[in-house]
């Protein structure tokens, strides 16, 4: 059975004659008739009754008209979409992302992904670099909005925010909870809870290059790869930890319900850019789709780090599926 036989006899279905259903294909009326003949025969079934006078459809005809223009319908329809998706219109995207892409990138991004490519099915996975990393590397992931860029041929990257803030994160308890701003050096006489660098590499080697240049040791008392647990140690010891000003701003520090606050680092201001990541030899064109749809960088810090407002927005959905990993 060929395609093109179904196509011809569900024209000859509609029109109940051969010279016209001829004609609309195309075609001569021998080459039509040989078109379903071949059709009946590799079904096994007479479909068209016809005499000098009438083309009538047979009982198994009628049956199968309506099983054969749902095929036709799946084909198209199929067409279509692999079509869509070798342009990067349609198929899947995984995307990795952190708190500053979700409040700064994302929303415009997926905006403008929904409106111009709204059959595209984006799914949302939070994480720190590191595991977005392993998880671009491993294929589960197809773009990854991290700190800092890779430093392998495997990767491509584009620099989408410049400048992010980092800011102390203490205990509403601690003597600083107060204070506006706190110069870095004061970090010499404060222990700290510091992540793994594999976590987060260009985040831990912000917080250590601005160590470096005020002169000072950083006394690590304690370790904690997640936020979450970051806040929890700072708000029942003395203890500094570090966060980026758009997850301070955006409540993360307290979304497990306990007591912190963030103060700004000046002298200098450690700060941290922000990264599209895709694969080498990338060829899913929904990637590159989505890039297109990311506004050029744009430099967050304000003044002294200032607080970055962004107004209120949530894009239409493009049947998104959210996911979160710490």
Wanted: proline share 6%.
């Amino acid at each position: 059975m060929e395609f093109r036989h179904l196509v011809a006899f569900i024209t000859i279905a509609e029109e109940l004659h051969f010279g016209r259903a001829a004609s609309r294909l195309h075609l001569s009326q021998p080459s039509l008739s040989s078109q379903l003949q071949k059709l009946e025969k590799s079904l096994g079934v007479r479909l068209v009754a016809r005499n000098s006078h009438e083309v009538r459809l047979t009982s198994a005809g009628r049956e199968f008209v309506t099983q054969a223009r749902l095929i036709v319908s799946h084909m198209e329809r199929a067409t279509r979409i692999a079509k869509a998706t070798a342009d990067g219109r349609s198929g899947t995207l995984d995307i990795g992302y952190n708190m500053p892409a979700s409040r700064h990138v994302l929303p415009a991004a997926l905006a403008r992904m929904s409106a111009e490519h709204p059959d595209v099915v984006v799914s949302l996975w939070e994480k720190r670099t590191g595991p977005q990393l392993v998880d671009l590397a491993g294929g589960t992931l197809d773009i990854a909005l991290v700190y800092g860029h890779p430093r392998t041929a495997d990767f491509r990257y584009r620099l989408v925010l410049r400048k992010i803030p980092l800011v102390a994160v203490v205990g509403k308890g601690h003597r600083w909870a107060g204070r506006a701003a706190v110069p870095f050096a004061e970090l010499a006489t404060q222990g700290c809870v510091m992540f793994s660098r594999d976590q987060c590499p260009a985040m831990y080697d912000s917080i250590f290059g601005a160590a470096s240049d005020s002169r000072i040791s950083l006394d690590v008392a304690q370790t904690a790869d997640d936020p979450g647990a970051t806040a929890h140690m700072v708000s029942v010891k003395p203890l500094v930890g570090f966060a980026s000003l758009p997850r301070a701003n955006s409540g993360g520090l307290d979304a497990m319900g306990v007591n912190t606050v963030a103060v700004r680092l000046v002298d200098p201001i450690p700060t941290i850019d922000l990264y599209a990541v895709w694969r080498g030899g990338e060829v899913n064109p929904a990637v590159f789709s989505f890039l297109d749809c990311v506004d050029d960088s744009d430099e967050l810090e304000r003044g002294e780090g200032g607080p970055v407002t962004v107004p209120p927005h949530v894009p239409r959905p493009i049947s998104v599926r959210i996911g979160r990993t710490r």
